[in-house]
């Protein structure tokens, strides 16, 4: 007679603040990238949005759309070094192609009158393209 299976987490638990763990193999999918911002502006046709032209070392031209208008000025952030998912299915964000997604950090939930947003950047200055593993 088989054990009978059962919840390892009681009902009561709190929920764990993090997303379900993933293989090595699903992680080692993804291209992350070092990229420089060429071009920064305001999304035409969202309030949160920004629209960056990046310089990802692939000789041709990377838009990504993201939500960090509201940290961040897009003047600023022309000439920064980021960290991208370079190979994420592009998609249609209000109307503008965003082939791909940068990488930032968050110490509180959206909404909340704290928040910061910090975006994922190398340390020191290295080749646009570069791999990050």
Known sequence: MSEPVTDPKPADAPESPFKPEVTFDDFARLDLRVATVVQ???HPNADRLLKLQLDD????????CAGVREFYDPENLVGRQIVIVANLAPRAIRGEESRGMLLAGSNA?????DRRVV???PMSEIDAGATVS
């Not at 070392?57 to 990504?64: D, H, K, M």
């Open 109 to 113: 939930a959206k909404g909340s009158d």
């Open 57 to 64: 070392g692939s000789g041709t031209p990377r838009q990504i």
């Open 40 to 42: 920064a502006e305001p």
């Open 119 to 121: 975006l994922m950047t």
